[in-house]
């Protein structure tokens, strides 16, 4: 399977507990998006990567949250002292940029990470 | 925030109807994209336009977009049980946004055999 691929796909935590969501990208592209989607709505927006580089966060991405992209391969998204509104799917998505920079090609996404906090 | 609103939030169809939903959006974009989300699935990409295109054609989908009114609509003609899902617009501002999606609620979408 070459798409994107989350890991785990479900977490339950206890509140005050850290979490760490993996991420890995269609191996092609250089582009990889965090979103965050709670039951009934669209996802959200939390950050955006170009290779390595973390080019824009969210003002939904407090302190607690933290994304990586060591290698301008894989993703992690680490949530500190979880809450019970973190509760939510974390989805991943990532996509290819054209030459010019500035249009943007469809996103391709991951299944998801359902994070329970209890 | 989200960046719009779709409307309906919810439609129900017959096998073999055409559904159409609309997308109203509030920035400027580079491009507009549509997604359908199978229940407890992942978003699976439709269709994407351009800011300069008006009309859009894949298969069975019909996309049309309005940069005047800051709206988009989906047409799936002849539609199917299997078309079951929500669908979402998403804007994509471009320039310094960096490509981000601003999605909108998203339409319910059942189609009865």
């Known amino acids: 399977d070459t798409g994107v691929s989350q890991d785990p796909r479900h977490k339950i935590t206890k509140r005050g507990q850290n979490v760490t969501f993996r991420c890995d990208p269609i191996s092609e592209h250089n582009r990889l998006y965090w979103y965050r989607q709670t039951l009934g709505q669209g996802p959200e927006f939390l950050t955006y990567f170009q290779n390595e580089a973390q080019l824009e966060k969210s003002r939904l991405l407090s302190d607690r949250f933290s994304a990586e992209r060591p290698k301008g391969s894989f993703s992690t998204l680490e949530i500190q002292r979880t809450e019970q509104g973190d509760s939510a799917m974390y989805l991943c998505a990532s996509s290819t940029s054209l030459a010019g920079g500035y249009s943007y090609n469809e996103q391709f996404f991951g299944p998801g990470t359902r994070l329970t906090v209890l | ?113």
């Open chain 2, 1 to 113: 925030s989200q960046q719009g609103e779709e409307d309906p939030q919810a439609l129900s169809i017959q096998e073999g109807e055409n559904a159409t939903m609309n997308c109203s959006y509030k920035t400027s974009i580079n491009n507009l994209q549509w997604y359908r989300q199978n229940s407890g699935r992942g978003l699976v990409h439709l269709i994407l336009i351009r800011s300069n295109e008006r009309e859009k054609h894949s298969g069975r989908l019909r996309v049309t977009l309005d940069t005047s009114k800051k709206s988009s609509s989906l047409l799936i003609t002849a539609s199917r049980a299997a078309d079951t899902a929500s669908y979402f617009c998403a804007a994509n501002a471009g320039g310094t946004s960096y490509g981000k999606l601003t999605f909108g609620q998203g339409t319910i979408l059942t189609v009865h055999p």
